[in-house]
């Protein structure tokens, strides 16, 4: 498979997007965010294009203004809002960094990396060349400032060194010297890290698995904060409802019964409430009495006292192993190999994966409010 490091990471985040996106070829309209990084990231490209000179401030600025694109903005106010925070991030740029100084050894440099006979592919948004090494740096737009964490774990710049290993291969030996760092636009800063041999190996077993699932045709859709800006909407069968008024589908009806089914939900709640408060009344009233019935004009309440009782494992294997009985009471507990999966090495995952076939299938619903993404 021939696939690009941004397909698989689409994948990873939804894999209903890459479907969306990779298979069925049905275009995403640009958001604005993509289309603004794009900008930032060409100006810095000029910022550095190698010449005798390197562009000023004001050439950058420039060459900035005359690339915006306001296509995507439907409102004015938007629009300005963003291209000040465009000026903003390159002034900071400029400020923070020797322009001039920079070493720099190739820029939007693209890859390939051969993976078990799949090819991944990407561009890579700057190497440098430090004092003793070599430093990969990847620009963020983003709005929010992550972690050291995050960087120290980030599997774009691991992938990125691998690839820059697939170029430079005896660097391999120097890997200490090497960095990664993602850059922050808008906050002015560079977080760095670097990797050893064995997280480089750990992202082989992810890509697989990925690879894998696509093969198997796995899609199904993800719920994140991401959907906020995914193109796909309309089609993708956890949002599509929503934009219900402007497909005409709904009648009076089906609004009311999905109203009725949220307030009946609200309900039942805050009676469940209130029959345990109850509940705990009657017993202590039943205590008190000495009594396990209670009689009203409405009925009869009974008290039973119900135990569960735990069994000593190793005792019972002994008593019905030599009967043949062992196995017809053992069962997996399904909860506890769910928590123990992401900690097993993929080869073991896939095989347990594979050991799994569905048993029973339901449906159970849950209510979210307006506007909430997160999967509960
Ligand atoms: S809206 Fe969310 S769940 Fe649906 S395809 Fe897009 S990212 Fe996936």
């Given at each position: 498979?021939?696939?690009?490091?941004?397909?698989?990471?689409?994948y990873r985040n939804c894999p209903l997007k890459y479907k969306y996106q990779n298979i069925d070829k049905i275009k995403e309209p640009k958001s604005k965010e993509a289309v603004f990084g794009t900008i930032i990231h060409s100006a810095l490209k000029f910022a550095h294009t190698p010449g005798i000179l390197s562009p000023t401030l004001e050439q950058t600025l420039d060459?900035?203004?005359?690339?915006?694109?306001?296509?995507?903005?439907?409102?004015?106010?938007?629009e300005r809002a963003a291209f000040s925070q465009g000026v903003e991030m390159i002034r900071k740029y400029y400020e923070k960094n020797n322009i001039a100084a920079t070493n720099i050894v190739d820029l939007e440099s693209r890859f390939a990396i051969d993976l078990e006979g799949n090819v991944i592919s990407g561009i890579i948004d700057r190497i440098d060349k430090t004092?003793?090494?070599?430093?990969?740096?990847?620009?963020?737009?983003?709005?929010?400032?992550?972690?050291?964490?995050?960087?120290?774990?980030?599997?774009?710049?691991?992938?990125?060194?691998?690839?820059?290993?697939?170029?430079?291969?005896?660097?391999?030996?120097?890997?200490?010297?090497?960095?990664?760092?993602?850059?922050?636009?808008?906050?002015?800063?560079?977080?760095?890290?670097?990797?050893?041999?064995?997280?480089?190996?750990?992202?082989?077993?992810?890509?697989?698995?990925?690879?894998?699932?696509?093969?198997?045709?796995?899609?199904?859709?993800?719920?994140?904060?991401?959907?906020?800006?995914?193109?796909?909407?309309?089609?993708?069968?956890?949002?599509?409802?929503?934009?219900?008024?402007?497909?005409?589908?709904?009648?009076?009806?089906?609004?009311?019964?999905?109203?009725?089914?949220?307030?009946?939900?609200?309900?039942?709640?805050?009676?469940?409430?209130?029959?345990?408060?109850?509940?705990?009344?009657?017993?202590?009233?039943?205590?008190?009495?000495?009594?396990?019935?209670?009689?009203?004009?409405?009925?009869?309440?009974?008290?039973?006292?119900?135990?569960?009782?735990?069994?000593?494992?190793?005792?019972?294997?002994?008593?019905?192993?030599?009967?043949?009985?062992?196995?017809?009471?053992?069962?997996?507990?399904?909860?506890?190999?769910?928590?123990?999966?992401?900690?097993?090495?993929?080869?073991?995952?896939?095989?347990?994966?594979?050991?799994?076939?569905?048993?029973?299938?339901?449906?159970?619903?849950?209510?979210?409010?307006?506007?909430?993404?997160?999967?509960?």
């Amino acid at each position: 498979m021939r696939i690009s490091y941004s397909a698989l990471e689409t994948y990873r985040n939804c894999p209903l997007k890459y479907k969306y996106q990779n298979i069925d070829k049905i275009k995403e309209p640009k958001s604005k965010e993509a289309v603004f990084g794009t900008i930032i990231h060409s100006a810095l490209k000029f910022a550095h294009t190698p010449g005798i000179l390197s562009p000023t401030l004001e050439q950058t600025l420039d060459y900035f203004s005359r690339n915006w694109n306001s296509d995507v903005f439907e409102v004015e106010a938007e629009e300005r809002a963003a291209f000040s925070q465009g000026v903003e991030m390159i002034r900071k740029y400029y400020e923070k960094n020797n322009i001039a100084a920079t070493n720099i050894v190739d820029l939007e440099s693209r890859f390939a990396i051969d993976l078990e006979g799949n090819v991944i592919s990407g561009i890579i948004d700057r190497i440098d060349k430090t004092d003793d090494g070599y430093e990969i740096i990847d620009y963020k737009t983003a709005k929010k400032m992550p972690s050291q964490e995050y960087v120290d774990n980030n599997l774009q710049l691991s992938v990125y060194l691998k690839a820059f290993l697939v170029r430079y291969p005896e660097e391999a030996k120097n890997l200490e010297k090497i960095k990664v760092s993602l850059y922050f636009l808008k906050h002015g800063v560079k977080l760095t890290a670097s990797r050893n041999l064995q997280q480089l190996q750990k992202i082989d077993e992810e890509f697989l698995e990925v690879i894998k699932n696509i093969e198997e045709r796995k899609f199904d859709p993800n719920i994140t904060p991401l959907c906020d800006w995914c193109g796909y909407q309309k089609l993708c069968p956890m949002w599509r409802h929503k934009f219900k008024n402007e497909r005409k589908i709904d009648t009076e009806d089906v609004n009311q019964m999905i109203g009725e089914y949220i307030v009946a939900k609200e309900e039942s709640k805050s009676l469940r409430y209130k029959i345990a408060a109850l509940q705990e009344k009657v017993s202590q009233y039943m205590d008190q009495e000495g009594v396990e019935r209670v009689f009203s004009e409405n009925g009869i309440i009974v008290r039973t006292l119900r135990s569960t009782y735990k069994y000593d494992e190793k005792k019972i294997r002994e008593i019905l192993a030599p009967l043949g009985q062992w196995e017809n009471v053992v069962k997996i507990d399904a909860i506890a190999l769910k928590k123990i999966i992401p900690a097993l090495p993929v080869s073991i995952r896939n095989e347990i994966d594979l050991a799994r076939e569905i048993s029973k299938q339901s449906s159970s619903f849950s209510i979210k409010k307006q506007n909430e993404t997160e999967e509960e």
